[in-house]
């Protein structure tokens, strides 16, 4: 199936029709609403369509004592109306005669459509008018293609004007099980394909590039009526939905956690800006699926060329992706770490890959501008980070980190690239974490010494301290790898942590008088660095540094915990 992105100016009133005029093509939002009430639903109708929804969900199994005449005389856009038992993680308790019969009523009512299981199709005696949209659900996983088809074939035997497959993603490579099939459907066969779970949500945001008739939207984040599922706003803002469509080159970042990673909205959001015909999605990987999806997902025959056409890759996967990646660039390769694949051209049916690493450069070039800024005095702060994103040469003539003693909190794949920038610039690092073992490792591969993070006389002994644990990251930011009283006035204190803004360590590190380089910094930089990487193009610098301030600064002033100090929260340090 080809699709095109959806032309909202097509869209009927409900006036006007009762099913939707733009082609099978198109992919449209539906605003599922969660209201309980006659009143609140006809309030949620209105507010949806202003929000951008091209159409809504009704869920009667969530009004009590619903009006349907009412709701539907009130709707100012096309509206399926649907009743979900418990069985179908639905709300509606009663008989299933009486299940359906609220369904025909909603037909014969003029409902645009009705949403019925495939298998009760036989127990809904009229419809009316209503197009008929026959539903199959798994909320525990993803049959095969096989199985996928055998069942689109049966809804569609079964008189189904719009057949529904909304599948549960376990790995985020069941999303290219309902591709497949979405790709393999007629043109006049609309189908609505998804996975729900955390694993799905690519699914959700990317329905116009593989040919979803419509994805389903919560009106507010924490209003989803299904699991994965995103706001409109969300889909509208953040994924650019309404840009999407079948030529639309997908970028990801592979990790675990994801979820409260900024990479979507700097890099969807220059995108935008050099209206580049491309989307950025996060994509949940456990370290045992990170082969299988980047190996599955560099395949080109799903949907056109699906393969995804650059990655960032966070925690745990940096050091794991090196033996993934067709090529290595030198300095991945040295570091023992990469951030970043960036397609290299194709190999039959599949792209390859290189890996690089941009973390280094824009930590450490952050790292210098603080200690810059200290040297210039009290009234200096560290350069903008638009001014120096982390692609600027590999090498100066002399850093002032040369001769430091730097201290470097963890030895994950983070810590492996700041050990590596430190020594690269003359530097002196000294790696410290909780798991002697894995400091030790990190110390004999970069050449540098290790200690113990209960040692805490260490800080003493530096000049420089960067926390490149997780440590502090959100929701746990009351915590923080390095006790306060270990922080001294003539220190620069550095930590990757970018969310929240303001982590434990920095404010610790503000208290104590020390040049405190945020964790937003680096990530800005880095980012930088990899969309030039990915487009060939001179990225919006300014745009992307003032997106994420502005984001992460918002999140600060609305849930920033004031906790006191606990101590490091994991041994990932």
Not at 132 to 143: A, D, G, K, M, R
Not at 432 to 441: G, I, P, W
Not at 475 to 499: A, K, M, T
Not at 532 to 551: C, D, F, R, V, Y
């Amino acid at each position: 199936m080809t699709v095109s992105a959806v032309d909202t100016s097509k869209a009927p009133s409900a006036e006007s029709s009762n099913v939707l005029t733009a082609p099978p093509k198109s992919s449209y939002i539906c605003a599922s609403l969660t209201a309980e009430t006659t009143e609140e639903c006809i309030r949620q109708m209105a507010k949806a369509v202003e929000a951008g929804a091209d159409l809504v969900e009704i869920r009667l199994d969530y009004i009590r004592d619903p009006d349907i005449k009412q709701i539907l005389a009130a709707r100012v856009c096309p509206a399926i109306v649907t009743n979900r038992p418990l069985r179908e993680n639905g709300r509606f308790e009663g008989s299933e005669e009486e299940r359906l019969g609220l369904l025909a009523q909603a037909g014969e009512l003029g409902a645009d459509y009705v949403d019925v299981e495939y298998d009760c199709v036989s127990g809904l005696r009229t419809r009316g008018s209503a197009k008929l949209i026959l539903s199959y659900h798994n909320y525990t996983s993803t049959p095969s293609l096989e199985e996928l088809r055998a069942i689109h074939d049966q809804m569609r035997a079964s008189g189904a004007d719009v057949t529904k497959v909304a599948t549960f993603a376990n790995r985020v490579t069941d999303n290219l099980e309902v591709f497949r099939l979405l790709a393999s459907v007629p043109d006049d066969a609309p189908c609505i394909g998804l996975c729900m779970g955390p694993c799905g949500l690519m699914s959700r945001a990317l329905a116009p590039k593989v040919g979803s008739f419509l994805t389903f939207a919560a009106m507010d984040s924490g209003k989803e009526t299904a699991p994965g599922q995103l706001s409109i706003d969300a889909l509208k803002n953040l994924y650019r939905f309404k840009k999407i469509g079948p030529t639309t080159k997908v970028h990801a970042i592979v990790g675990s956690p994801v979820a409260q990673s900024m990479s979507p909205a700097i890099h969807n959001a220059a995108f935008q800006e050099l209206d580049l015909d491309c989307v950025y999605v996060p994509l949940l990987v456990a370290p045992e699926d990170l082969e299988h999806t980047i190996r599955s997902f560099a395949k080109t025959e799903v949907a056109g060329d699906f393969a995804i056409a650059g990655y960032s890759v966070t925690i745990p996967h940096k050091e794991a992706v090196l033996r993934l990646a067709d090529e290595v660039d030198p300095v991945a390769q040295a570091i023992g770490a990469g951030n970043t694949l960036v397609s290299v051209g194709t190999d039959g049916p599949r792209r390859r890959y290189m890996v690089t690493n941009t973390d280094w450069l824009a930590a450490i070039t952050a790292v210098e501008d603080g200690i810059r800024a200290r040297d210039a005095g009290p009234e200096a702060t560290p350069a903008a980070s638009a001014s120096g994103s982390g692609s600027e040469s590999e090498s100066e003539p002399v850093s002032p980190l040369r001769g430091r003693r730097v201290a470097v909190v963890g030895a994950g794949g983070a810590a492996r690239a700041l050990a590596f920038g430190v020594k690269q610039r003359g530097g002196v690092p000294v790696i410290m974490n909780r798991t002697v073992d894995r400091a030790l490792k990190l110390a004999v591969e970069i050449g540098c010494e290790a200690v113990p993070l209960s040692d805490t006389s260490i800080f003493a002994t530096c000049d420089v301290i960067m926390n490149a644990s997780s440590v502090g990251m959100f929701p746990d930011s009351g915590v923080s790898p390095v006790p306060q009283e270990c922080i001294l006035e003539r220190h620069v204190v550095f930590d990757s942590v970018y969310n929240p803004l303001r982590t434990r360590l920095v404010r610790d590190a503000e208290k104590a008088g020390a040049v405190a380089v945020q964790g937003s910094e680096m990530f800005i930089r880095q980012a930088i660095a990899q969309f030039e990487l990915w487009t060939n193009q001179k990225a919006p610098a300014e745009l992307m540094a003032s997106t994420i301030l502005g984001i992460l600064k918002e999140k600060e002033r609305k849930q920033f915990p004031r906790l006191p100090f606990t101590g490091p929260a994991t041994d990932e340090c």
